[in-house]
């Protein structure tokens, strides 16, 4: 074969490779989203033309840690505005975030509830239920500090918009991490005296938060 079909069969061969590469582009179904990361870890879908204004870098690898562990508990605010005040914007879909925060472990107190009630091996009668009200009651203590950021733990990781028209929609996603919520809990003094408490009648109280947390992940 001389030099010249060489050349031919070779132009042959890539103009082929690039029309196919072409074809595959444009017929294949194309992803119509786009992804905030971790660590190069998808974490949350958004739409494809949605503007991502901040990711929260130094924490990058925790959440990817937590994803990857299957205990990434996270939360998404909306707000709606006009796009002019952009800070404003961002802090109500904050506090938004933080409403479904308290509104997931609000809706786990039963849950919370039959935990206590499975530990309670060695209280009964009136002491049980005198037991488990305190439980409760710290539950609710512990995770209303949750829920208003009085306790590290939950931070936000990422922020993006969408246009919709004449209005710009501002979402922010609020990632709760239970070691560092807990590992503040621990340095609470009040908090931990009360947990200590329960534990002298066989309530493990961080045992059952966990368990509570880990439910949303099922």
Same mark, same amino acid.
């Given at each position: 074969?001389?030099?010249?079909?060489?050349?031919?069969?070779?132009?042959?061969?890539?103009?082929?490779?690039?029309?196919?590469?072409?074809?595959?582009?444009?017929?294949?179904?194309?992803?119509?989203?786009?992804?905030?990361?971790?660590?190069?870890?998808?974490?949350?879908?958004?739409?494809?033309?949605?503007?991502?204004?901040?990711?929260?870098?130094?924490?990058?690898?925790?959440?990817?840690?937590?994803?990857?562990?299957?205990?990434?508990? $996270?939360?998404?605010?909306?707000?709606?505005?006009?796009?002019? !005040?952009? *800070?404003? @914007?961002?802090?109500?879909? #904050?506090? %938004?975030?933080?409403?479904?925060?308290?509104?997931?472990?609000?809706?786990?107190?039963?849950?919370?509830?039959?935990?206590?009630?499975?530990?309670?091996?060695?209280?009964?009668?009136?002491?049980?239920?005198?037991?488990?009200?305190?439980?409760?009651?710290?539950?609710?203590?512990?995770?209303?500090?949750?829920?208003?950021?009085?306790?590290?733990?939950?931070?936000?990781?990422?922020?993006?918009?969408?246009?919709?028209? $004449?209005?710009?929609?501002?979402?922010?996603?609020?990632?709760? !991490?239970? *070691?560092? @919520?807990?590992?503040?809990? #621990?340095? %609470?003094?009040?908090?931990?005296?009360?947990?200590?408490?329960?534990?002298?009648?066989?309530?493990?109280?961080?045992?059952?938060?966990?368990?509570?947390?880990?439910?949303?992940?099922?």
């Amino acid at each position: 074969m001389n030099f010249e079909n060489i050349l031919t069969w070779t132009l042959f061969i890539v103009s082929g490779i690039l029309i196919t590469g072409l074809l595959l582009f444009l017929f294949l179904p194309q992803e119509q989203v786009q992804w905030i990361t971790a660590n190069g870890v998808r974490i949350q879908s958004i739409p494809k033309d949605a503007q991502i204004v901040y990711v929260n870098n130094s924490m990058e690898k925790r959440v990817a840690e937590l994803y990857k562990s299957g205990k990434l508990l $996270a939360f998404r605010g909306e707000s709606i505005g006009g796009g002019i !005040d952009t *800070v404003t @914007a961002r802090d109500k879909a #904050k506090i %938004n975030a933080f409403k479904e925060l308290a509104e997931y472990f609000s809706a786990k107190v039963q849950t919370f509830a039959t935990l206590v009630e499975g530990q309670l091996q060695t209280v009964s009668g009136k002491d049980a239920q005198q037991v488990k009200s305190v439980a409760l009651d710290a539950y609710k203590r512990v995770t209303q500090m949750f829920s208003d950021a009085q306790v590290s733990g939950a931070y936000v990781y990422a922020i993006w918009q969408e246009q919709v028209g $004449a209005l710009i929609y501002t979402y922010v996603l609020l990632v709760f !991490d239970p *070691v560092g @919520a807990i590992e503040a809990l #621990k340095q %609470n003094k009040e908090i931990a005296q009360q947990i200590d408490e329960l534990g002298k009648s066989g309530v493990d109280f961080f045992k059952a938060l966990n368990a509570v947390i880990e439910e949303a992940n099922k």
